[in-house]
């Protein structure tokens, strides 16, 4: 891994050549930050958290953390959930108290739902891509929102997602800077 390549690739957003640097240390890592992510919201569970949305990308990382949250009740939508699923999965999110987990595909759950059942949203893995994160992070903050909603994202201290994760947190706020103005 040429990192000084990697890191100037992510700085000048050239995703494609990130992808193919990047995709199976992606994964891994976030296979990795999968399960810190489920005990840190079992905890929250614990502390009096109602609801939490789940952002990932890969879909083994999606399946560790149904598979680890499971108890507390998972709606789930990736690339394979049909029309009608995706529809029951909001649904059953919105409405039943015992499902208290929204775990959400960034590209498949990031458009046209409304999760603003929770005002907790948690990148467990980010996309390259800044404005699909913004897509994602809109569906916990829409109108019907009437908590103050908290976005965060996981990120292995002292590693090189750390730096890939600042790298693309940076842009992110600059693009929400720049239409704010």
Same mark, same amino acid.
């Given at each position: 891994l040429d990192v000084s390549r990697v890191i100037e690739a992510a700085e000048n $957003?050239?995703? /494609?050549?990130?992808?193919? @640097?990047? $995709?199976?240390l992606r994964r891994l890592t976030g296979e990795a930050k999968a399960?810190?992510? &489920? /005990? !840190?919201? *079992? @905890? @929250?569970?614990?502390?009096?958290?109602?609801k939490v949305v789940i952002a990932f990308w890969h879909k083994d990382v999606g399946a560790l953390l149904k598979s680890a949250l499971s108890?507390? $009740?998972v709606a789930m939508i990736d690339g394979s959930t049909s029309h009608k699923d995706r529809e029951l999965a909001v649904e059953r999110f919105r409405d039943d108290a015992t499902c208290r987990v929204f775990l959400g595909q960034?590209? !498949? /759950? $990031? @458009?046209a739902i409304d999760l603003s059942a929770a005002a907790e949203l948690i990148f467990a893995e980010t996309s390259l891509i800044?404005?699909?994160? *913004?897509q994602m992070a809109l569906r916990i903050t829409n109108h019907t929102q009437a908590r103050l909603p908290r976005?965060?994202? &996981?990120a292995l201290e002292g590693s090189f997602d750390e730096t890939l994760q600042n790298i693309l947190m940076r842009k992110w706020s600059a693009i929400r800077e720049v239409k704010q103005t």
């Open positions: $957003g050239e995703t /494609a050549q990130l992808e193919m @640097e990047l $995709g199976t399960l810190a992510v &489920a /005990a !840190a919201v *079992k @905890e @929250e569970f614990d502390c009096g958290l109602d108890t507390y $009740g960034i590209q !498949a /759950a $990031g @458009e800044p404005k699909d994160m *913004k976005v965060r994202v &996981a």
